[in-house]
Nanobody
């Protein structure tokens, strides 16, 4: 049974940094891709960053390119999202997600497995 548990959210001032973590377990084999998504109040959930099954190829939303970095450790048992130069518009609930296959995908329709989310609040 796949489980994804996010942590690391919090409140930070604009220009600050946060690192989100996602503890992943229950996968069969290593052929699965992972990603980070976010949903702000009153808005649809959107893709932020994704990583392919090899952990090498990544993809980012234009709004976070150059500021956010997706990475992994321990053979993808932990997924990270390093967030720098945070802006108030980055305020949202952030979710870790995964799916079997090669990836990477930034579209949420390809992700059957989801964590519960961690809140990030950026104040101006």
């Amino acid at each position: 049974q796949v489980q994804l548990v996010e942590s690391g959210g919090g409140s930070v001032q604009a220009g600050g940094s946060l690192r989100l973590s996602c503890a992943a377990s229950g996968f069969t084999g290593s052929r699965y891709y992972m990603g980070w998504f976010r949903q702000a109040p009153g808005k649809e959930r959107e893709g932020v960053a994704s990583m392919d099954a090899s952990g090498v190829t990544t993809s980012y939303a234009d709004s976070v390119k150059g500021r956010f970095t997706i990475s992994h450790a321990n053979a993808k048992s932990t997924l990270y999202l390093e967030m720098n130069s945070l802006k108030p518009e980055d305020t949202a609930m952030y979710y870790c997600a995964a799916g079997y296959g090669l990836g990477p995908f930034i579209d949420q329709k390809w992700y059957p497995y989801w964590g519960q989310g961690t809140q990030v609040t950026v104040s101006s």
